[in-house]
């Protein structure tokens, strides 16, 4: 069965970079584009940043853009994100996504359970 499982959350000052990591299980991972999205206390899931299912291709919403870095390895079956200069408002829970394609036009089809990223002095 599918398997994403989120990595790196934890309590970080303003100013730092963490770098989150996804393991992808139970699926051909080099044939579906991946995203992160984030959900803030109180606030609506959002779509941070994709890749393709070659890591050729990058897309970030405006949650994502300018700090953070989407990539992925697909001999190790992993899609990181890596997110730099933290500010309070990036504390959420981030969670990994799969899309149900190649690209990232396609809706997402299965979801983490996350990763709880506090951002704090």
């Known amino acids: 069965q599918v398997q994403l499982v989120e990595s790196g959350g934890g309590l970080v000052q303003p100013g730092r970079s963490l770098r989150l990591s996804c393991a992808a299980s139970?699926?051909?991972?080099?044939?579906?584009?991946m995203s992160w999205y984030r959900q803030a206390p109180g606030k609506e899931r959002e779509l941070v940043a994709s890749?393709?299912?070659?890591?050729?291709?990058?897309n970030y919403a405006d949650a994502g853009k300018g700090r953070f870095s989407i990539s992925r390895d697909n001999a190790k079956n992993t899609v990181d994100l890596q997110i730099n200069s933290l500010k309070p408002e990036d504390t959420a829970v981030y969670y990994c996504?799969?899309?149900?394609?190649?690209?990232?036009?396609?809706?997402?089809?299965?979801w983490g359970k996350g990763t709880l990223v506090t951002v704090s002095s």
């Open positions: 996504s799969r899309r149900s394609g190649r690209n990232f036009y396609y809706g997402v089809d299965y």
């Open positions: 890749i393709t299912n070659t890591g050729g291709d990058r």
């Open positions: 139970g699926f051909t991972f080099s044939n579906y584009a």
